[in-house]
């Protein structure tokens, strides 16, 4: 799945697990954006409140990507990697 400009996932809530803003698993995750930002904030879970991933999560154009103001009741509040497979990637364009 890739995420691209002007996207916004914000107020979401996984009332049970992972992922409050984003659950991705399988293979992975770009967020992409080229203009403007890609937001995740507010989101909320057990693990994991803005993104939980599995697989890989790559951030292309860091600067133009928010994760901010996420919550998890155990672990990860922006971001959560939940296997040994996870990798994080940022480059800044």
């Known amino acids: 799945m890739t ?3 002007g996207v916004a996932i914000d107020h979401s809530e ?3 697990g992972m992922g409050g803003g984003v659950q991705m698993g399988g293979v992975g995750l770009i967020v992409a954006p080229h203009r403007t930002p ?3 904030s507010k989101n909320r879970a057990t693990r ?5 991933f599995m697989g890989f999560l790559h951030f292309r ?3 133009n990507t928010l994760i901010q103001e996420n919550m998890a009741q155990d672990s990860g509040g ?3 990697g939940f296997s040994s497979s ?3 990637k940022v480059m800044f364009l």
């Open 48 to 52: 994991g409140g803005g993104i939980s």
């Open 61 to 63: 154009g860091g600067t």
């Open 38 to 40: 890609v937001v995740i």
């Open 14 to 16: 996984a009332l049970q």
């Open 86 to 88: 996870a990798r994080l």
């Open 78 to 80: 922006g971001l959560y």
């Open 3 to 5: 995420l691209v400009d």
